[in-house]
């Protein structure tokens, strides 16, 4: 969806460079260009080879669906075109927003970017700008959504739009988790910070696993409690409320998030005590 991609395609290009912590500070240590790293030419690859050409299938094959019910085929044609180059000048905007942070050894707030990329993403699915985030997910024209009911995500799902998502996403995730999981045993091998007595019995199962967990139960959950704070107490209410929340429970030193981030770039076990690995990341 249009006002998907754009947020999805900033989560993967941060994820991509944050995946790459100890590869890009060392490129950076080297007086070298974070751009002339093979993992800046695999962003660019996999945005123009796998996610480009996913998000045009999309837009041309279910016009309103793809624009969450806004559009049809006739839009413009400057419009599509502007859709899918931000499928990848917002990928590329994500790796260059982490690479900066890790420059100035903030590898955290890099770390987060990815987070809150696929957070964003997840919110506008889940709850929108209306709150009918889901309906327009989960209905295949403008007409079912403005009918739109259960039944109607049931038909949905039996639909050539679930099946066409399940196809390319038969591709495209794996590809992505299968760079990212490379990447990050790749390297524990780079950095001395590293806990080479964990990342030595670290498998790529796990790291895939966490990585998953991360963006289904971390951002997908995050931004269905996001919506139900909204709906509840209301927009600014909910929001300040959410906020605390995430804060308190994700977003600290110690929290889940925290600690996800110390297990994916430093190797560290999840459930090492956070006074530790808050002592040992004074730069993260």
Known sequence: MVQVDVLWSYGIGAGFAAANTWQLEAQQAANRSAYEHTCFRDTLLFLACFFVPSGAFLIWSFPSWETMHLGS???????????????????????????????????????????????????????????????????????????????TARRWLAGDIARSLVIMGCVVIPVMFWLMVRDLRSGYQTSREVSFPYVDHKSSTLLLLSLLAALVLGCLGSAILASVAIRYFGAIFGL?????????????????????????????????????????????
């Open 73 to 151: 085929r006739d839009m413009p044609g400057w419009l599509v075109a502007a859709f899918t180059l931000t499928n990848a000048t917002q990928g590329l905007l994500g790796f260059a927003v982490v690479e900066r942070l890790l420059r100035r050894k903030r590898r955290y707030a890099g770390y987060l970017q990815w987070v809150l990329g696929y957070f964003a993403m997840f919110f506008v699915l889940v709850h929108g700008w209306d709150g009918t985030g889901y309906m327009r997910f989960f209905s295949s024209t403008r007409d079912e959504l403005i009918g739109w009911n259960w039944g």
């Open 240 to 284: 300040a409320s959410f906020t605390v929340l995430a804060y308190f429970l994700g977003l600290r030193r110690g929290g889940v998030f925290f600690r996800h981030f110390r297990y994916m770039v430093y190797g560290e076990p999840f459930l090492k005590s956070p006074n530790h690995a808050s002592a040992a990341s004074r730069t993260g």
